[in-house]
């Protein structure tokens, strides 16, 4: 594994933590709530973003336009299924989702919920850091490079680990200042 091979696996990590903030609410309406909703459309989990126009109307309406009438009914078990936490509202054309207002408690559960989002990526990218060392070994051992180099190497895995790190701590406190602005 080469370095930029670990730089692109920790910045695929640090994206995946990103999506997984962007599925937590934070009292606004945000499209990206539905990012992770299936729905079953004719026997296949199908992505809602691909059975429907999502929109938001204001800040705390989020609407549902499905390009085929037939699967609102669908859409909205998918909805309601999920673990976001809305009730869908379906008036035969769209489905709607209010957006209430947080609790300072449900704020607070939120914040446990994106630090465990967070504790998530950064065990990924520990994973890719282990692995890219485990690689420098490897190629130490068989002699390909020598132990000065297999040094170095492993010097700037840590320090690109380093790296990534920080940026999903970024992102947390960011999220986290999200979520606690009422």
Same mark, same amino acid.
């Given at each position: ?67 085929? /009438? ?73 002699? @390909? ?13 840590? /320090? ?6 920080? /940026? ?8 986290? /200042? @999200?979520?606690?602005?009422?």
């Amino acid at each position: 594994m080469t370095l930029a091979d670990t730089e692109s696996h920790m910045q695929k990590a640090v994206e995946a933590t990103q999506r997984a903030f962007n599925s937590i609410r934070t009292g606004r309406a945000n499209t990206s709530l539905l990012d992770r909703v299936m729905v079953e459309y004719y026997g296949t989990p199908t992505p809602l973003k691909s059975l429907a126009n999502i929109n938001t109307p204001d800040a705390s309406t989020i609407t549902i336009q499905p390009y085929d /009438k037939n699967s609102l009914t669908q859409i909205e078990k998918a909805i309601s299924l999920s673990d976001i936490g809305l009730t869908p509202n379906n008036d035969g054309e769209v489905v709607r989702l209010n957006i209430p207002p947080l609790t300072s408690e449900r704020r607070q559960e939120f914040v446990k919920l994106a630090g465990k989002f967070a504790e998530e990526g950064k065990v990924s990218i520990r994973n890719v850091r282990r692995d890219a060392v485990e690689s420098v070994r490897k190629q130490e051992k068989n002699s @390909d490079i020598s132990k000065d180099e297999a040094l170095d190497l492993q010097d700037e895995i840590q /320090k690109l680990t380093d790296k990534y790190t920080a /940026k999903i701590e970024e992102l947390l406190a960011g999220k986290e /200042k @999200d979520i606690t602005t009422v």
